[in-house]
């Protein structure tokens, strides 16, 4: 649909400078868009979440995981005993020891992280946090 200078003259005499502006990019394929909609459409929506409710994870707890030379260079099996806080049926906080296997790689070195994911603590209200070992080196007594 294409406007000449009257019915332009019209439009922006009933309805202002805004309706003559909105008619234009229309004839050329365009249209204007909210920029909350441009964002969704690139980066995605709240699909899967409740409006306005962001899921909230409680806080990563770190650990060192005291590794020598000989397990970084050949690899190892390791157990270790953790005890970490999680909410009962009662929504009450209680403290569980579990019993982890870590299975060290060969060529793992120093600052190697290892993530148990969701087996942190655990808080009202979030899902419970991750558990994560850091690698680290203990002296060798040659090298």
């Known amino acids: 649909m ?82 970490r806080s999680v909410l009962d049926e009662h929504s009450k906080l209680t403290t569980v020891e579990e019993i982890l296997a870590i299975h060290i790689k060969p060529g793992w070195k120093k600052g190697t992280r290892i993530t148990f994911p969701e087996k942190g603590n655990q808080e009202p209200g979030v899902t419970p946090g991750d558990l994560i070992f850091i690698v680290d080196e203990k002296p060798h007594a040659v090298f």
């Open 2 to 83: 294409k406007l000449n200078k009257e019915e332009k003259r019209q439009i922006y005499d009933l309805y202002g400078d805004e309706a003559v502006s909105s008619v234009e990019p229309e004839e050329k394929g365009f249209r204007r868009r909210d920029a909350t909609e441009i964002f969704e459409e690139l980066f995605g929506g709240s699909e899967g979440k409740e409006e306005g409710k962001e899921v909230r994870k409680a806080s990563v707890v770190e650990n060192k995981l005291v590794c020598g030379l000989e397990e970084l260079y050949k690899g190892s099996k390791r157990k270790m005993k953790i005890s």
